[in-house]
């Protein structure tokens, strides 16, 4: 009988559709031992995202100064400013962090080291499979690679959004526990280390637009905003949209 916290081999029809992160409810058929490994076959009856639950340490949160929105660039002299502005401008001065990134097996006296990169080579010259294999090395290797979730998104975001949304969600709320209910400061897209979070969040964001839930991709968009003010990802264009209801289709043809 298998003990808690022990690790062993499962195999099961349509376990590779389990997204790295979730948790799998099974319903085992046959445990047995080969060569001293223990291993288990059945069924997967449900998945589910239970961040809390995977007791992962939370990424590392770095002070990086003050943000003023007197200081920021808003648009030219005169130009009016936008109204999903104007609320982040009122609520004033907020701190600014930069979120740790892991990214394993990358070497670190090599700048040109890095597997997200050699993922994206893989994938840009035809060989999906090997992408795809080096993304899931990352999470098996730290769930907290965020911009493994990101990317393993970005490879089916086409075709499978409601896939890609698993993958984007996980690596958000892997991210948001990291940053508790009382954070109020910013997340800069210019502090590099935040773009994988803030990439599963746009990601997140634009399945659930695809999927037509409005409310929750305008609170992500919205949250968006307020993280990154100067926007770089271009999530202002897509407020409007969104809380009119336009369907994705109509929506990027607007």
């Known amino acids: 009988m298998l003990r808690g916290g022990q690790t062993f081999t499962f195999r099961a029809l349509g376990l590779w559709d389990v997204v790295p992160g979730e948790v799998a409810v099974v319903r085992p058929a046959k445990q047995w031992t080969y060569g001293g490994n223990p291993y288990l076959s059945g069924a997967i009856e449900a998945t589910r995202l239970d961040a809390k639950a995977l007791a992962l340490v939370p ?25 999903w502005a104007k609320p982040i401008i009122a609520r004033g001065p907020r701190p600014e962090s930069e979120m740790e990134q892991v990214l394993p097996g990358a070497d670190p006296e090599d700048p040109f080291s890095d597997p997200i990169t ?4 893989h994938s840009d010259s035809g060989d999906r499979e090997g992408a795809y294999k080096i993304l899931m090395d990352l999470c098996q290797a730290d769930l907290r690679c965020l911009d493994a979730h990101a990317h393993l998104g970005n490879m089916i975001f086409d075709g499978r959004p409601e896939d890609a949304l698993r993958h ?14 009382r954070f109020h400061g910013l997340l800069p897209w210019g502090r590099i280390d935040n773009r994988p979070f803030l990439r599963c969040m746009h990601g997140f964001g634009l399945c659930l637009w695809r999927l037509g839930r409005f409310d929750e991709a305008g609170s992500i968009f919205d949250r968006m905003l307020w993280l990154n003010p100067s926007d ?6 897509l407020v409007g949209p969104v809380r009119a209801r336009t369907s994705w289709e109509e929506g990027r043809d607007t």
């Open 232 to 237: 770089n990802q271009g999530v202002r264009f």
């Open 59 to 83: 990424l590392r949160l770095e002070e990086r100064g003050v943000w003023n929105p007197a200081e920021h660039y808003w648009g030219e002299p005169g130009d009016p400013i936008e109204d």
């Open 118 to 121: 050699e993922s994206n080579d």
């Open 168 to 181: 984007y969600e996980v690596g958000y709320r892997i991210g948001e526990l990291s940053l508790g209910e």
